[in-house]
């Protein structure tokens, strides 16, 4: 009866589901993530790059300031509040570079030199989602900070080629450009305002309000109608200085020397004003409109901008999303299993002595999933043999009156390779090592021998 009550109470309220725009990443996928996570970690160890965690929430001004008040970030993607204990202006992160800046600057990180930082995380923006765009969504991303040279912007980018190649990931392109300085911007400006008011006709809204604001975001525009002015509007390549050109060469002979393939877009420029010099996509076919996949460059100016010493850095985000859904499409994920052990329990006795035969098992290092009977499906011996089939685990442990009585435990091999086991009564203080020495037998099950004994495991 108080089942009953419960159900209909329920039935009254309203159903509550996650926000629109922000997924849950659930246990079939969770895999997949964790194979992104664990590889990209590991390519960028291999680079020298240490991590940094930064808070989500930060002052509403820092992006403001860095990303630049006349972006489509600022003006309408950020998740901004008032905090109402004391008013202050917060924002969830739409991006991880400037919240990275401030910790540097206000923790004087740099003062022993330079530094390659890597972070990863959730960030927020308000934009219409669709595949590949979401209001919640994950980047990796890196900030070298106190570097100078070009040599540092080739190696990000050979970073992340190589994190494509481990991920097993074909047909990502590399897109290069550079914006010069704030002098050559500026030179651009003046050229690129005059020939966009002698097309004024064919500006969209946000590109006549932006015309005198912050023209060269009209370049980034998404719009399909605008793309031909766009592609025909002067190029800030032919604005750069010497010492720009020099840099942005530099660059490129790096990356040529180390057969990686780029190809020069004029018409890149970021849709954020912290960049300057080189700027990069790395772009995908398969992902329709929400292409980029990975997208950076320098920001020589940011850490001066938030009071640091002048310190030159550069930096790129990538999208996890997209590269996860890039994964699926490259290989069928398999679905790796739940446990070593599936620990299968009938009678009261039994139900207790299987935690303990469960401890011991973990304690040796081995992944169990232990029968809850009253919240399973039931007990009955078959309900639980088809759980321990279902959870991949390589053997059953049974537990039963009888195993009691005797004080063994029935231990029956789940899987084909390990068939020559089948099914074996063992004395219940010598089932640890039995199935260890069982699953490290099997060579082909992914174990490797770790010290003391114990064995250490990679799904
Ligand atoms: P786009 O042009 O697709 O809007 P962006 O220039 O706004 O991208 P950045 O701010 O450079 O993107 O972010 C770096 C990367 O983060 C992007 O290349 C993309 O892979 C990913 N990304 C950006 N916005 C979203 C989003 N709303 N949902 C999922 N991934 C995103
Ligand atoms: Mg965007």
Not at 130 to 146: D, L, M, N, S
Not at 156 to 165: A, T
Request: with cysteine; hydrophobic share 40%.
């Amino acid at each position: 009866k108080a089942k009953k009550n419960t159900m209909s109470e329920n039935k009254k309220l309203d159903k509550i589901t996650a926000v629109k725009g922000m997924n849950d990443i659930l246990p079939a996928d969770a895999p997949l993530w964790e194979l992104f996570e664990n590889t990209a970690q590991s390519v960028l160890q291999s680079y020298g790059f240490q991590q940094i965690r930064t808070p989500i929430v930060e002052e509403t001004k820092l992006f403001a300031r860095a990303i630049g008040a006349v972006t489509d970030i600022v003006e309408k993607e950020m998740y901004s509040f008032t905090d109402s204990m004391n008013g202050d202006n917060l924002t969830l992160r739409p991006e991880g570079t400037a919240g990275v800046v401030r910790a540097v600057v206000e923790h004087n990180l740099v003062y022993e030199g330079p530094k390659r930082l890597w972070y990863k995380g959730q960030m927020f923006r308000h934009e219409r989602p669709q595949k590949g765009r979401y209001r919640q969504f994950h980047q990796f991303g890196v900030e070298a900070i106190g570097f100078t040279g070009p040599d540092i912007d080739a190696e990000i980018i050979m970073l992340s080629r190589r994190l494509w190649d481990d991920l097993g990931l074909e047909g990502i392109r590399l897109e290069l450009n550079s914006i010069g300085d704030a002098a050559e911007r500026l030179r651009h400006r003046a050229d690129l305002i005059a020939y966009l008011e002698s097309h004024s006709e064919l500006l969209d809204e946000e590109a006549k309000r932006r015309l005198h604001s912050n023209p060269l975001r009209i370049l980034d525009t998404k719009n399909p109608a605008m793309q031909d002015l766009v592609n025909g509007a002067p190029k800030l390549l032919d604005y750069l200085g010497e010492e720009s050109l020099a840099h942005f060469h530099g660059v490129q002979k790096i990356l040529n020397h180390n057969n990686i393939p780029f190809t020069i877009n004029p018409r890149l420029v970021r849709g954020l004003d912290y960049y300057n010099r080189t700027v990069f996509e790395w772009v995908s076919d398969k992902l329709g409109a929400q292409g980029t996949v990975c997208a950076g460059g320098r920001y020589d100016g940011m850490v001066e901008m938030f009071g640091g010493k002048s310190t030159p850095a550069v930096g790129f985000g990538m999208g996890v999303e997209r590269l996860v859904l890039l994964m699926k499409d490259a290989a069928e994920p398999e679905q790796p299993a739940q446990c070593d052990v599936y620990l299968v329990h009938q009678g009261e006795q039994a139900g207790l002595q299987a935690f303990v035969l469960a401890e011991r098992i973990r304690d040796a290092g081995l992944d169990v999933v232990l029968h809850c009977a009253a919240s399973n499906g039931g007990g009955s011996f078959k309900t639980q043999m088809k759980k321990a089939d279902a959870s991949g685990a390589a053997f059953a442990v049974i537990l039963g009156d009888d195993e009691i009585a005797n004080n063994v435990a029935t231990v029956k091999a789940m899987r084909e390779a390990d068939a020559g086991a089948q099914q074996n009564t063992v004395p219940f203080d010598d089932v640890v090592d039995y199935v260890v020495d069982q699953i490290i037998g099997d060579h082909d099950c992914g174990h490797d021998h770790g010290p003391g004994g114990h064995v250490h495991h990679h799904h």
